[in-house]
């Protein structure tokens, strides 16, 4: 009882301190706690909910209907403009404690991972500690999550892990398990395709090697419809007020074009090169980009023709393409202090970038180690990580992209580091 309530007493302080720094890291911008803070498309996506009822504006006001973006995040905020006035002081508060609310459920479900794990108690505390108190995502925490799927992305992912490990260890799933995991995986996917994919693959696993081949073909017919359920009538929507049955987003062939294209090969200044190549062709950031969309008859064709043309340039130049690949999955896991640039947040980019890609690298060690020693679970967290990691080795990823995968990394690294303390401690101990 008494190391529960110290436990206990230990969340209370480092979520209360992690709160209260990104609070006063918020309140020392210019608008501070209460202020109206944009995210790019999904803010307007958002706003134009609020005030019209219609997903629209991605691009700038008045565009019209987009599939730039899924509908859920956007839509939650857009649910709470309307429901306290669309840039209101009510609902910039509302927006934040629904973005604060989302990170934190986040890490309180990453440490409970950690536990089921059987991490070392002290490395799920310094897990914990670490991700409070470095806030190095602070803006995107308190800015971007309003918007954005980062944060609950990554806590529906660590729900999907903690009921897989459930099921590896019990080796069974009943009726009642199965729907509810068909259903935690679609909703995964739909909000963030990426994350979907990484626990789409780890059930897939579990449910191979677990479960029996009846057990898993159950649970991926179950997973079919659940996305189906969710897919089909926004396809429906986009058939219908944009011409097209979009499934998921329209941006692939635009996002594909942005990053893999000839001044990107070996730039000397990469920061340059993309801000050039975003006005040159996203109708977000360009006046210019937004006249070639319309003529080219909307946001769908007008990626499609950009896609097809970074295919045939992908397919002319080979070894530059797996060139670019491997340095943005590099910069996915270790930011390079330039992208910070274009996120919410400029500030300390060179100290964050640091500490970002310092845990990384420690936390991929201890994961590689942890499989090495065939650590429980270890197998099902690095198909994870490297199926929600893939998707932003072709497109230009900035920091708030990562996220889905870094606080894992940090708890994994803490690991690493409390084990590698312990066996040197013990190696001592022996010469001694």
């Not at 969340?11 to 020392?28: E, I, N, P």
């Not at 097209?244 to 990469?270: D, K, Y």
Request: glycine letters at 8%; a positive charge.
């Amino acid at each position: 009882m008494g190391s529960r309530l110290t436990e206990r007493r230990f969340l209370l302080l480092v979520f209360g301190a992690g709160l209260l720094l990104r609070l006063l890291l918020l309140a020392a911008r210019d608008d501070g706690l209460s202020g109206f803070y944009g995210a790019g498309e999904a803010t307007r996506v958002a706003l134009a909910l609020a005030r019209t009822g219609s997903f629209a504006d991605a691009y700038y006001q008045g565009y019209g209907p987009t599939a730039h973006l899924l509908p859920i995040s956007p839509g939650t905020a857009g649910a709470l403009f309307w429901l306290f006035g669309a840039g209101s002081i009510p609902a910039n508060l509302a927006l934040l404690a629904w973005s604060l609310a989302q990170t934190f459920a986040a890490y309180l479900l990453l440490r409970r991972l950690a536990i089921t794990l059987d991490m070392d108690p002290l490395a799920v505390r310094c897990g914990t500690a670490l991700l409070c108190l470095l806030p190095v995502f602070a803006p995107q925490e308190t800015i971007d999550f309003r918007y954005w799927e980062g944060a609950s992305a990554l806590a529906l992912a660590a729900l999907n892990l903690l009921l897989i490990l459930h099921v590896d260890a019990a080796q069974k799933a009943g009726a009642p398990l199965i729907l509810a995991a068909a259903a935690l995986s679609a909703l995964t996917f739909f909000l963030s395709p990426a994350a979907g994919l990484g626990t789409y693959a780890c059930w897939a696993l579990v449910a191979l090697v677990r479960l029996g081949w009846n057990r898993a073909l159950g649970l991926g017919a179950a997973s079919a419809a659940a996305l189906a359920l969710l897919v089909a009538p926004w396809m429906l929507r986009n058939a219908a007020v944009m011409g097209t049955p979009i499934p998921l987003r329209s941006n692939f062939g635009l996002e594909l074009a942005i990053a893999n294209h000839p001044a990107a090969v070996n730039s000397a200044h990469p920061d340059e090169t993309f801000a050039q190549r975003l006005l040159q062709v996203h109708p977000y950031h360009s006046p210019a980009a937004r006249i070639a969309l319309r003529a080219a008859g909307g946001e769908s064709a007008y990626s499609a023709a950009l896609g097809a043309e970074a295919r045939a340039w992908i397919a002319a130049h080979p070894l530059a393409f797996v060139q670019l690949s491997a340095t943005h999955l590099s910069e996915f896991f270790v930011p390079r202090p330039w992208q910070f640039h274009f996120s919410s947040g400029n500030e300390a980019r060179h100290l964050r970038a640091l500490i970002i890609g310092l845990a990384s690298i420690v936390g991929l060690a201890g994961l590689a180690f942890g499989l090495a020693r065939r650590r429980r679970g270890y197998w099902l967290l690095a198909t994870y990580v490297a199926l929600a990691a893939s998707p932003y080795a072709i497109v230009q990823p900035v920091p708030r992209y990562s996220y889905i995968v870094w606080p894992l990394l940090v708890f994994l690294a803490a690991e690493a580091v409390v084990r590698a303390r312990q066996r040197l401690r013990g190696a001592a101990a022996v010469s001694r």
